[in-house]
């Protein structure tokens, strides 16, 4: 059902990524890794929808969404970085196929983190954490989505990994075969895949290969 919701907040997580709040309709719930499509209620707009994941929970009494934003081009995302307080947003119902199935790793590129923000949140809240590790690709440590809040949920388990700067706290690396034979324990894990379809596409067949059963590759298809 398509309900449209007044925004209550909205904070910078990066430079070009936002985190924003909104009314939460009585008995709306979803499953953390879910997603729904999201519109403008501006003139012109209300017909552009976009699909962004929940990372807030369910039981949290507001829905939030954390959403980079495009800039060079004049699209829905430039104009939800432009956003205010008392705004309001166009959702439909919930839907999507990344839900937490198990002890395993996490690999994320940018903005495709953001399925993952929810389920290991609760995770972490309800004391399942243990098992997981992620792995998190940017290009500068400056595009790293909620850092802090991944390290202290998710400790040595949280690895960053960046592809375009000599900061030598972070490692200059890509997630190839190469990276994954280093830091996978055990390829018969689950594994959470989210980021450009190219890279969905080599990691997926990657620890296919290296013996991860295809059910257990979830992403978002």
């Known amino acids: 059902m398509v309900q449209t919701l007044k925004i209550t907040s909205i904070v910078p997580v990066t430079h070009d990524v936002h985190c924003i709040r ?32 929940f990372t807030s929970l369910n039981d949290d009494p507001y829905l939030e969404f954390t959403i980079k934003s495009y800039a060079d081009h004049n699209g829905v ?7 205010q307080p008392g705004d309001e947003l166009i959702i439909d119902d919930p839907w999507g196929a990344i839900e937490y199935q198990g002890e395993g790793y996490f690999i994320a ?18 004391n399942r954490i ?18 802090k809040e991944l390290k202290s949920i998710l400790g040595d388990h949280a690895i960053f990994i960046v592809t375009e700067s000599g900061d030598k706290a972070y490692s200059k690396d890509y997630i190839n075969e190469a990276f994954l034979d280093l830091h996978v324990d055990d390829f018969k894990k689950q594994f959470y895949i989210c980021g450009p379809d190219p890279m969905i596409k080599s990691i997926s067949e990657i620890v296919i290969q290296k013996g991860a059963d295809p059910h257990a590759v979830i992403f978002e298809k």
């Open 22 to 53: 909104l009314e939460k309709p009585a008995g709306y719930s979803f499953i953390p890794g879910q997603a729904t499509e999201v519109a403008l209620n501006k003139e012109g707009w209300q017909d552009e929808k976009r699909p962004f994941t």
């Open 77 to 83: 995302t430039k104009l939800i970085g432009e956003l």
């Open 109 to 126: 590129g940018g903005a495709g983190i953001t399925p993952f923000i929810a389920i290991l949140r609760q995770l972490h809240k309800e």
């Open 130 to 147: 243990a098992g997981n590790k992620l792995f998190f690709s940017n290009k500068t440590p400056g595009d790293i989505i909620y850092e």
